[in-house]
């Protein structure tokens, strides 16, 4: 039994403040603390200014520090991620540049740090009052500089968030994957085994989105427009990845083929796509006979002959014959694999 799928880990990133947001924020935070301290200093030993500066010096360190580590840690870990996300993220903005700008993220956060500390002693040991406001430009100006640094980093990382954040999240349920060329009847035997009409999610792998239905058992069933629906060989490389991403999502495959041909494929091109299917996917295959209905289908018998190795139903959407049957089929596979334990999560 798969592991169970989790929500969209992305929703949790944190909202990306660019360098000169993060120094407002530190300098509003530094400046309120400052005035604080203007009025609670008197009668120490140590100078007021020191006392301000310091102060000043390590706030905004801190602020910076902090809210940079924020950004890596609320990011979910790519090592971590589940493989259907993982490959979402590789598709939408690719997880090497977003494994390579939290890399420069959490090392400014960690030199930010580090320069508060240094700059925290170099005040202390200031001989005037214009010595510490010396000191303290000069760490400001040496973290404008981190900060400037990793400025396309902060900006891939905010774009990404605002992309990321949206993908919707698809149900930990048992799932079944719709297969097959366009126009086989995919979309009706959706709407006609879930008796309602499907939701559309949009996702980046496809411009159509994924129509996805329940059945009145809780079992998920998603058609995918424009990712199970032609050769390998006619694909790119996003569409690759999307295919991919499918395979995580699927725990069984619905094959549909009409064998009629008025989807404008013929039966060997719609039998050669299934056998490429079969060697993607490593899940049960169930294929559906559409539009079966229609009288005298020339080539039936040598198609039912080349399906030989995989189990086959009938059905007709338009008379809703063998739905039954095959709503019946893919609760007794998923339940054999012990998927139906998560309609009880």
């Known amino acids: 039994m798969r592991k169970s799928r989790d929500a969209n880990p992305f929703k949790a990133m944190p909202n990306i403040l660019y360098p000169d947001e993060l120094m407002d924020k530190a300098y509003n935070r530094s400046e309120k603390i400052a005035g604080e301290l203007r009025t609670t200093t008197r009668g120490l030993s140590t100078p007021k200014s020191k006392i301000i500066e310091d102060n000043k010096i390590r706030t905004t360190a801190s602020v910076i520090s902090d809210n940079l580590l924020k950004i890596v840690e609320k990011t979910p870990s790519i090592d971590n991620l589940d493989p259907f996300y993982r490959e979402i993220l590789e598709i939408m903005v690719g997880s090497d540049e977003f494994k390579k700008s939290l890399a420069a993220?959490?090392?400014?956060?960690?030199?930010?740090?580090?320069?508060?500390?240094?700059?925290?002693?170099?005040?202390?040991?200031?001989?005037?009052?214009?010595?510490?406001?010396?000191?303290?430009?000069?760490?400001?100006?040496?973290?404008?500089?981190?900060?400037?640094?990793?400025?396309?980093?902060?900006?891939?990382?905010?774009?990404?968030?605002?992309?990321?954040?949206?993908?919707?999240?698809?149900?930990?349920?048992?799932?079944?994957?719709?297969?097959?060329?366009?126009?086989?009847?995919?979309?009706?035997?959706?709407?006609?085994?879930?008796?309602?009409?499907?939701?559309?999610?949009?996702?980046?792998?496809?411009?159509?989105?994924?129509?996805?239905?329940?059945?009145?058992?809780?079992?998920?069933?998603?058609?995918?427009?424009?990712?199970?629906?032609?050769?390998?060989?006619?694909?790119n490389d996003i569409e690759l990845h999307a295919v991919v991403a499918i395979n995580y999502l699927s725990d069984m495959i619905l094959f549909v083929i009409d064998p009629t041909e008025f989807c404008g494929f013929t039966m060997e091109e719609q039998f050669n796509l299934l056998q490429e299917i079969r060697k993607t996917f490593n899940v049960p295959i169930l294929v559906a006979l559409t539009k079966m209905d229609v009288d005298e289908i020339e080539g039936l018998d040598k198609l039912e002959e080349d399906l030989g190795e995989y189990e086959v139903l009938k059905v007709s959407s338009f008379k809703k014959e063998g739905i039954a049957d095959l709503r019946e089929r893919l609760l007794d596979i998923l339940d054999e694999q012990g998927l139906m334990d998560l309609l009880e999560e």
Do not use: C
């Open 105 to 235: 993220v959490q090392w400014a956060s960690e030199i930010v740090k580090k320069l508060g500390t240094q700059y925290s002693r170099k005040v202390k040991k200031a001989p005037s009052p214009q010595a510490t406001s010396i000191v303290r430009k000069e760490f400001i100006g040496r973290v404008s500089s981190v900060l400037k640094q990793i400025y396309p980093n902060m900006a891939f990382l905010g774009v990404a968030r605002n992309k990321l954040k949206n993908i919707p999240t698809v149900k930990n349920l048992p799932s079944v994957v719709i297969a097959g060329y366009p126009n086989v009847g995919k979309s009706t035997l959706l709407r006609t085994l879930t008796d309602a009409e499907p939701e559309v999610n949009s996702y980046p792998f496809t411009t159509k989105g994924l129509n996805i239905g329940y059945t009145e058992e809780g079992i998920q069933i998603i058609d995918t427009p424009g990712v199970l629906d032609r050769p390998i060989y006619e694909r």
